[in-house]
């Protein structure tokens, strides 16, 4: 069956709509601080909605019929318009030198990701931080989400693009029409956000601040309006309590906080991946707040009018970066590779796991690493009764063994592609350390890495061929990576 071309070219006129629409946001955001970008970003507002006219226009009698194989083309495809669209603000303002950059920034803001090739922030204007804050907005529940609750509006059924957005094995439905789902989670998404910012507000970070990282927070990014990200805080720890929990929450399923919020409480308790979840972040946490303890040599047996402020310090830094790297939200408080070789390595272990299936977070997810470990663990029953059958179960269901071949294929073209990932960095110069750090952090959408790219650095370092492959290591890990790799398969294009 062929391709239906105009509904995709129909599709992507739609999303260029939306993100022209998104920049007249930040158009207005710069004319009101008077920031002087004013008038590149509404010309590039003017120029990705006339593009995204004039699409839709030309293709305005086409099929409304979307099926499996237009989803894959028009999610993998639409970020890319997105990005190529969401890069004209930086062109247009002069703010960033180059393509190269500008696609950088921008591509790793959509993904989530948070890496970032400007080394002084806080000297970009209002309405270009706010642009670069809704790319991850934006991208952080899913371009596709956004589109498919405008669909219905033009005839068009959104199934097919919702599956190819979030093929991962979490999927659990708010609402047995897509369109109702994709409402209610921009619904959580937009409270979350709201009530983040004015937390933050009331314990002292301003408006503006404020709400630039709870849309960073909610899509787990990590773009800051700071050089020194959340460490600019430091001194007022609850800006950092505040944000330890509102990165907890984007990276729990956001079915459970639907589930919160209508009073089933004990559906959360009994989600497994959310008990794991969060006992594994307990566990990491305990194990790096002793880790800098030892490191700091406090003297604890004795009495210390400090202690407590000395032990609440390594409390709060501990937690805030094992949920940022968790969570794959890439804020920095502190540069934990300075700690102690130890934790450098549990960090960089950290950024393989992810947050839990339908989140914003990225990494492989808590979900497909306990399915693995459960399905391992069971092998040594089945080796022992060879004539038994027994399945993996989550959540007291059977998993089926389709999922289970879908979950380990995953995770085998996961660790793949890192290695791949890695030794092309390495190709383009990067040592060892640097390029199995940018390696991960781009495929997991972490943000922040190893090496030369440590926390406290940033990736402007990265040579021009180094950041186009880090982008495309971004998509892949952000569409989990079958949306995007089926497309370069024969059989994909075939006649059947």
């Known amino acids: 069956m062929r391709l239906n071309r105009p509904i ?17 946001m930040a158009t207005l955001c ?48 639409g970020w890319l318009v997105m990005s190529l669209s969401g890069m004209l603000p930086y062109l247009f303002t002069g703010t960033l030198d180059g393509v190269t950059d500008a696609f950088f920034e921008t591509i790793s803001g959509y993904t989530t990701t948070g890496a970032s090739v400007v080394e002084d922030i806080e000297n970009l204007p209002q309405g270009i931080l706010l642009w670069r804050s809704l790319t991850h907005w934006i991208g952080g529940m899913g371009i596709i989400v956004l589109a498919i609750a405008i669909l219905p509006l033009l005839g068009i059924g959104g199934m097919q693009l919702f599956d190819a957005e979030a093929p991962g094995p979490g999927g659990d439905k708010l609402h047995p029409r897509i369109t109702d789902t994709a409402k209610r989670l921009w619904l959580i998404y937009v409270g979350y ?17 404020a709400l630039n990282h709870s849309m960073s927070t909610m899509a787990t990014g990590g773009f800051s309006t700071k050089n020194a990200s959340l460490a600019y805080w430091n001194n007022q720890p609850l800006i950092q309590y505040i944000t330890i929990v509102f990165m907890f929450l984007a990276g729990t399923n956001f079915v459970l906080s639907y589930f919160a919020f209508t009073g089933r409480v004990q559906r959360i308790l009994r989600d497994e991946e ?17 880790g800098i303890l030892f490191k700091a040599e406090v003297a604890v047996t004795q009495y210390n009018p400090r202690i407590f402020g000395i032990v609440e310090s390594i409390v709060r830094h501990a937690l805030f970066q094992v949920l940022s790297v968790i969570t794959t939200t890439g804020f920095v408080t502190a540069d934990y590779t300075s700690w102690t070789p130890f934790l450098t390595v549990l960090f960089f272990g950290l950024m393989f796991l992810g947050g839990s299936a339908g989140s914003t977070a990225g990494g492989i997810k808590v979900m497909r690493h ?28 059977t998993v089926t063994e389709h999922i289970m071949y879908n979950i380990i ?30 390696s991960a952090s781009s495929l997991g959408n972490v943000g922040v890495s ?6 406290l650095a940033n990736f402007s370092a990265l040579p021009a061929a180094g950041k186009w492959w880090s982008g495309f290591l971004m998509l892949l890990g952000r569409l989990e990576l079958f949306t ?10 075939g006649k059947t």
């Open 274 to 290: 959310f008990r794991y979840y969060l006992g594994f972040v307990l566990i990491v946490f305990l194990v790096t707040a002793l």
């Open 370 to 397: 306990l399915l693995i470990i459960k399905n391992g663990v069971l092998e040594f029953k089945r080796s022992l009764h060879p004539s038994a059958i027994i399945p993996v179960r989550y959540n007291n269901r």
């Open 193 to 209: 956000t709201l009530l983040e910012t004015l937390l933050l507000t009331f314990a002292g970070m301003g408006p503006f601040d």
């Open 409 to 438: 294929g995953f995770f085998v073209f996961y660790m793949l592609i890192f290695i791949i990932g890695a030794l092309i960095f390495g190709l383009l110069g990067l040592d060892f350390v640097s390029a199995v750090g940018v």
């Open 8 to 24: 995709v070219i129909h599709i992507m006129g739609l999303l260029l709509l939306c993100n022209g629409g998104f920049m007249l």
């Open 484 to 493: 995007v790799l089926i497309l370069f398969s024969p059989e994909f294009w």
């Open 450 to 455: 190893l090496g030369e790219f440590n926390p």
């Open 30 to 77: 710069s004319a009101l601080y008077r920031d002087g970008a004013t008038l590149g970003i509404a010309l590039a507002s003017i120029v990705t909605m006339l593009l995204g006219t004039m699409a839709m226009f030309v293709t305005k009698g086409h099929s409304k019929e979307v099926k499996k194989r237009e989803g894959y083309v028009v999610v993998t495809l």
